[in-house]
């Protein structure tokens, strides 16, 4: 779980590595219309702190988004707070409404624990679909992509503010354990120091592809996609 700054902290890093959340957007609209030309709302899970949520809220009708962090949800409403944002479980979530398409981007879907945790958050999806629906879902690594005992860093600088970040990918099962670590110099504040341990399925292109089938749902894998790592991207007839 995040605190509200840590928050902030993930939306710098991956503003300083040159992440165009409105770009991203603008091609996800476009593969979302190319199915659904008429697409007017979209509900984002795993939305974050909505900063694609707040583009695709440019691009349709009507946007809503769900995140089980509350200190997201309050990180994204203190930048936009005019947008819709329910705190919930993608495997459970009941919102009473039904969009024309549904979003799961930043290979969030890999939180998902086993096929049965996969099978049940593509059933809320298609429990929230109009008729015609699109949903599209950005994957985490495959088993045979995935780089056991992949390291990275960056170093961010803002106004008043230094964020360094060290990572440790290694393999576990059938998942990839992520560590992390965070030093932030601030100004004001000094330093401060905290870890980040994730633990992200590894599902393979074909688990994926059997829990859209067995939500209803056509299925197909794009190349590409914000992170290089492909779209899979279903249509409810």
Do not use: K
Request: proline share 3%; with cysteine.
């Amino acid at each position: 779980m995040y605190d509200s700054e840590v928050a902030e902290i993930w939306d710098t890093i991956y503003r300083g590595r040159g992440r165009d959340y409105a770009a991203e957007a603008r091609s996800v609209a476009e593969v979302i219309r190319e199915r659904h030309p008429d697409a007017g709302s979209l509900l984002d899970v795993a939305c974050g702190t909505g900063e694609h949520l707040r583009h695709f809220d440019d691009l349709f009708d009507h946007v809503e988004g769900l995140e089980l962090s509350g200190d997201m949800i309050e990180a994204g409403r203190g930048r936009s707070p005019w947008l819709t944002m329910h705190q919930a479980d993608m495997r459970s979530f009941a919102l009473g409404r039904r969009f024309d398409a549904i979003t799961c981007l930043f290979s969030s879907i890999g939180h998902a624990h086993g096929t049965a945790e996969l099978d049940a958050t593509l059933a809320r999806f298609a429990a929230h679909l109009n008729p015609g629906g699109v949903v599209v879902v950005e994957p985490w690594w495959f088993p045979e992509t995935f780089a056991d005992g992949y390291v990275t860093g960056d170093v961010v600088r803002t106004e008043g503010r230094v964020i360094g970040r060290v990572s440790h990918s290694r393999r576990e099962g059938a998942a990839s354990r992520v560590s992390a670590h965070f030093t932030v110099a601030d100004a004001d504040t000094g330093l401060r120091h905290f870890t980040e341990d994730l633990l992200i399925s590894l599902f393979t292109r074909e688990q994926y592809e059997d829990a859209f089938r067995r939500a209803g749902g056509t299925v197909e894998l794009l190349d590409g996609g914000p992170s290089g790592r492909g779209l899979f991207v279903g249509v409810w007839r």
